[in-house]
């Protein structure tokens, strides 16, 4: 009687509100304690000392805060809650239509989703909530359902562009992402019986090479401590060079390349490709489905692309979560099916086990673990009840 009871229940809607209380209770803990937190720096950096890859943002936010004597934490605890608000509500739309089951739960409240975000363990607080990436990934799930609802050639493809060019400044690892746009787009041209503009083509082609030349012939082009000062006199702040991790804003990207670090390990790339496993059930379950080639050879070869940041960078995690998203919208995008989820839960090994066992097991997978940040952290010890935990004790 109970299990008939839950079936009637919202769920997925009952779900998302936790996770949304969940986030935005830690977006004013963060904020209460804004001048703590270890990415505060980073989040300042600005073009007062020249071009520096990813300040347009911080850029923004300081202008504001100086035009309207403002504290700059009042004017991010505004971004944040606008974002989040268009994330959770843009969740929901995208989402609510397909019939649920525990597959649904499964990719949809992944570990490595809403999880992920809450999870930070290097700080008190969850800062992977105000990091640059949750305004790309929230602008590709807008994106995406501006592709699903509108027929408008024109908007649909201004949006994306004037879009990524922005979040490019705001996070220039937005560039890996270009081909997932592209994607996404050549899925509303087909959708819509639209044929292919040249014209539109080279146009995205020419705005998307100036941006990636402008972050490579102007890289490490800037006076850095010029900025600094610039911050400690405008906001009567205390920071060096060390703050903002100066080496590796910087840093050329062959000197990034972390296979040769010495204390890289074979391993660990194994190990991010068990932890990918909901990315590769998803990619599969696009092969199955999706009989358009063009498309498919798109969305696998924007996968393959996004890989490369893997070679650069160690907090890996971080990119499996953008990877995952990006997957897991195009999945519900391209995919007009909306029992997909009923017809997968047929496949003979799983017909043939109790449901209620299923959803119990789902359960679990998506309450015991998530990703933490770099590739060499153990990742399965730090699921939603210690976060839980964590929260509670701010109150104390």
């Not at 607080?125 to 105000?130: G, R, T, V």
């Not at 119990?360 to 933490?372: A, D």
Request: one cysteine or more; charged letters at 15%.
């Amino acid at each position: 009687m109970l299990y008939s009871k839950i079936q009637k229940i919202d769920l997925f809607a009952y779900i998302l509100f936790f996770f949304l209380v969940l986030y935005f209770f830690n977006i004013f803990v963060i904020h209460q304690n804004f001048e703590k937190l270890i990415s505060l720096k980073l989040l300042l950096l600005n073009y007062d000392g020249g071009f520096i890859r990813r300040a347009l943002l911080g850029e923004i936010v300081t202008n504001i805060s100086s035009f309207l004597n403002v504290n700059f934490k009042y004017i991010f605890l505004l971004i944040h809650v606008i974002n989040y608000s268009i994330f959770f509500y843009l969740n929901y739309l995208f989402f609510k239509k397909f019939k649920k089951n525990y597959i649904f739960y499964f990719f949809v409240f992944s570990p490595l989703y809403l999880t992920f975000t809450l999870g930070d363990v290097s700080s008190p607080y969850a800062e992977f909530l105000i990091q640059r990436e949750i305004y790309l990934i929230t602008f590709f799930l807008s994106f995406c359902y501006l592709i699903k609802n509108s027929k408008e050639r024109m908007t649909v493809y201004f949006t994306g562009l004037i879009g990524i060019s922005v979040m490019s400044f705001i996070y220039e690892l937005t560039i890996i992402t270009y081909p997932f746009f592209f994607t996404t787009y050549y899925f509303f041209l087909k959708k819509n019986n639209f044929k292919i503009n040249i014209f539109e083509i080279v146009f995205a082609i020419i705005i998307c090479a100036t941006i990636i030349f402008l972050h490579f012939y102007q890289y490490g082009n800037n006076n850095l401590p010029l900025m600094i000062n610039n911050l400690n006199e405008q906001f009567n702040l205390n920071y060096s060079e060390n703050d903002f991790m100066y080496s590796w804003i910087n840093k050329g990207i062959i000197d990034q390349i972390n296979l040769y670090f010495a204390d890289f390990k074979i391993s660990y790339i194994f190990k991010y490709l068990f932890y990918s496993h909901p990315i590769i059930f998803l990619l599969y379950i696009i092969f199955k489905y999706v009989d358009e080639k063009i498309l498919l050879y798109l969305v696998y070869l924007s996968t393959i692309s996004f890989l490369l940041i893997f070679a650069i960078a160690i907090d890996w995690a971080r990119f499996v979560h953008i990877l995952y998203c990006f997957i897991l919208y195009i999945f519900f995008l391209i995919i007009d099916n909306e029992k997909i989820f009923l017809s997968l839960s047929r496949i003979n090994f799983l017909n043939k086990i109790n449901v209620k066992f299923l959803n119990l097991l789902v359960f679990f997978y998506c309450t015991i673990w998530t990703l933490k940040h770099t590739y060499w952290q153990n990742h399965l010890s730090y699921g939603i009840f210690k976060i839980i935990k964590k929260n509670l004790l701010y109150f104390y």
